[in-house]
């Protein structure tokens, strides 16, 4: 079974452009959270879907960050437009729905580098 | 807000010294407990999970975690480390249905 796949594994782009961060979860796996670190610090949450719907963005640091689950399969995070404080490495995690005690997991993460 | 707090942020240790790593949290409910590994260059993984019953479980590699709801505490622990356990080691606190809180982390060098 395939894990949580993210896309791209690094992405170095300039202040003020725009990325695009991919996640697709496992296969069934109706949550799905962002998360990201900053170097050094906590992985800090960012927001979880449950199917398509947002069930918690209150991680999201402001509007410059959109995510979308169309469809309820895999994800996207836009960053527009990318600020230096936005570097850091972008985590996502899925874990199936209806069962109060399951583990999340979690994809390789996409390095991202602001310059 | 729920926190999680990872009390050592730099652990050095020789080959075959036992670990102790401490994982703090506040949250007054139900709570599943986790630590995560993430070794160079890999992805998070999980170490070793509580959910309920016994308060020491057991995980991979030989580690072991031990929940004490009186002291919020999920401290993880190995007798003798090995130079392949130098990681990045994440505590990680799931009030069900809810988002996952993590702590700060803790890198673990182990010396051959």
């Known amino acids: 079974e395939a894990g949580v796949t993210q896309f791209p594994s690094h992405s170095v782009i300039e202040k003020g452009q725009t990325v695009t961060l991919r996640c697709d979860p496992i296969?069934?796996?109706?949550?799905l959270y962002w998360y990201r670190r900053v170097m050094g610090k906590e992985i800090k949450f960012l927001l979880h879907f449950v199917k398509e719907s947002k069930q918690d963005e209150s991680g999201m640091p402001n509007n410059r960050f959109l995510a979308e689950r169309t469809g309820g399969t895999y994800s996207t995070l836009k960053v527009q437009p990318a600020e230096l404080e936005d570097s850091g490495v972008y985590f996502c995690?899925?874990?199936?729905?209806?069962?109060?005690?399951?583990?999340?997991?979690f994809g390789q993460g996409t390095r991202l580098t602001v310059v | 807000a729920q926190s999680v707090s990872q009390h050592n942020h730099h652990v050095i240790l020789s080959e075959a010294a036992s670990l102790e790593l401490g994982c703090n949290y506040s949250y007054g409910g139900t709570v599943n407990l986790f630590w995560y590994v993430q070794y160079p260059g890999q992805h998070l993984q999980l170490l070793l999970k509580?959910?309920?019953?016994?308060?020491l479980v057991k995980g991979i590699k030989g580690f072991e975690a031990e929940f004490i709801k009186s002291k919020f505490s999920f401290n993880l622990r190995k007798p003798s480390v090995q130079w392949s356990d130098t990681a990045e080691y994440f505590c990680?606190?799931?009030?069900?249905?809810?988002?996952?809180?993590f702590g700060t982390g803790t890198s673990l060098t182990v010396i051959p």
């Open positions: 509580y959910f309920s019953g016994d308060p």
């Open positions: 296969s069934g796996h109706d949550n």
């Open positions: 990680a606190v799931n009030p069900p249905g809810n988002q996952f809180y």
């Open positions: 995690a899925s874990s199936p729905l209806g069962r109060g005690h399951t583990e999340a997991f």
